[in-house]
């Protein structure tokens, strides 16, 4: 019979014995000496006292508990998580970049700049734009500067325009970042299919409206079928139309936004072209703008003269620098690899997969999950808990701690905000139809046990060291004992 070790959930200083060590000093009696008695300590430190394999086991232990994209599915919506080959880690750890001085000359670092420069290029061209700046340092970063470049190009004209319309169907960082900039926020609310209201836009729009921020496809899934509406509506009223490109995994090579209509927009380069996300960075964002924006771009972009390359400080209208040097190089050059490992029908076959994948488990939970629009959705879609459930009492919460029972990272839940009970999943385009089917029968057991027992759902997790915890208490009262 195999033997199933308890689960250890002991803090190391619990798991301490006295006198053991990892390692020990050669002649302590001289490290001791050499020490003045007025800075020695009267008592020992309270540390755990734990051989060296003890530790790495504790520690080894603890990382396995973790919830990653390495580890399990993580289907979480609005933000696209999926797989990030390490063959583009390998290309960033190159010598050539890694120990590349930030404060080489030119001349010393043309591969670097040969790659910004024909990354820019590819985007460029991917997204139907005309230039583009990479300094930005993440997606709120590139909101902040697309506003920026906005507001100097009104202020070049002669306008003054003060306030941002902002659907309610959009991501929630861009009424914030219209705020820091120093625009009033318009909030229109969108249609019951959950498109922008275009006659309602047209009330809310005119000569104040510097810029119409839109997210495509929204936040719930759905494409703007009628962007181009959209957009001559904003351009008649002397507007500019940003799009939030944090979705742009659904669209990439099958549509370009500036064909639409878009003046400009950001890419999440941690999202749509598969640089790792989360952990507090780095991360890299791009923005991406028409032609008679681009006097506005933050600097140094870069030029090619002949088959040389070289920083390029514009005409004296740039915003100025937003980050050091040309931003995280090192990322931008994650994103290049994979760009290079696609070519433009794979590039379309990732965002057609990604469209795929959302809308089977659409389909197969719909019976118990039914979906807020009823309709066919993007990269992602968002769903609620049926009416048995609810009847029971059961919440949006208590269905993404069962799935933590089962072995899945919760989706994305209680956002959008316009979706009572929302619950959003994004299965990308790197997940097999296996591992789908296993969520989806994760989902629908959770439902069932939810049916049979709503106490035990609701006191779920059960098999992890942190049970359910009370939410409020822990806001009010947290605990940093630990």
């Not at 959009?170 to 969108?190: E, K, L, R």
């Not at 047209?202 to 496809?217: D, E, N, Q």
């Not at 890419?267 to 681009?294: D, E, M, Q, W, Y």
């Not at 039914?370 to 269905?399: F, R, W």
């Amino acid at each position: 019979m195999t033997r199933v070790p308890p689960l250890d959930n002991r803090l190391s200083i619990e798991k301490s014995d006295a006198n053991r060590r990892g390692l020990t000093c050669k002649n302590p009696l001289r490290a001791k000496a050499n020490v003045p008695a007025s800075l020695r300590r009267k008592s020992p430190p309270r540390l755990p006292e734990l051989s060296e394999f003890d530790v790495v086991r504790h520690y080894t232990r603890l990382s396995r508990l973790n919830f990653s994209v390495d580890t399990h599915f993580y289907p979480l919506g609005s933000c696209t998580m999926k797989y990030n080959p390490r063959f583009n880690e390998e290309a960033a750890a190159l010598e050539g970049f890694a120990a590349l001085h930030p404060l080489a000359h030119d001349s010393c670092a043309q591969g670097t700049l040969e790659l910004i420069y024909d990354l820019s290029v590819r985007l460029n061209e991917l997204c139907g734009m005309d230039a583009i700046t990479l300094q930005p340092a993440a997606g709120a970063h590139s909101e902040f500067t697309g506003l920026l470049v906005a507001k100097a190009y009104f202020e070049s004209k002669g306008e003054t325009r003060s306030e941002i319309i902002v659907p309610d169907s959009a991501h929630g960082t861009n009424p914030a970042t219209a705020s820091m900039v120093g625009f009033n926020t318009v909030n229109i609310a969108s249609k019951p299919d959950g498109r922008l209201d275009v006659e309602e836009l047209k009330k809310h729009i005119g000569s104040k409206t510097a810029v119409l921020m839109m997210t495509v496809p929204n936040t719930l899934g759905i494409f703007e079928s009628n962007i181009e509406e959209v957009c001559r509506a904003a351009h008649e009223a002397g507007a500019l139309v940003y799009m939030d490109g944090a979705n742009l995994n659904a669209l990439i090579g099958m549509v370009k936004p500036g064909e639409l209509g878009i003046d400009l927009m950001h890419l999440n380069f941690h999202k749509t072209f598969s640089t790792p996300h989360g952990g507090g960075g780095p991360g890299a964002g791009a923005i991406a703008v028409k032609s008679r924006l681009a006097p506005f771009l933050p600097v140094p972009l870069i030029k090619k003269e002949g088959d040389k390359y070289a920083s390029d400080f514009g005409d004296g209208r740039s915003i100025g620098k937003v980050k050091a040097f040309f931003g995280n190089t090192g990322v931008l050059v994650k994103a290049y690899a994979y760009l290079l490992a696609h070519s433009a029908k794979e590039l379309g076959e990732i965002a057609a997969c990604s469209i795929i994948n959302a809308n089977y488990l659409r389909s197969l939970l719909k019976d118990v999950y039914p979906s807020y629009s009823g309709e066919y959705c993007m990269h992602e879609c968002v769903l609620v808990p049926g009416p048995d459930m609810t009847a029971k009492g059961l919440k949006t919460l208590d269905v993404a701690k069962g799935l933590l029972d089962r072995g899945f990272h919760a989706p994305t839940i209680y956002f959008p905000n316009i979706v009572h009970e929302a619950i959003m999943i994004e299965p990308t385009e790197t997940e097999s139809k296996e591992t789908l089917d296993e969520f989806v029968a994760a989902m629908k057991d959770v439902h069932d046990e939810g049916i049979a027992d709503p106490q035990k759902l609701k006191d779920a997790p059960h098999t992890l060291p942190v049970r359910r915890l009370d939410e409020v208490q822990a806001a009010r009262q947290p605990n940093l004992r630990w």
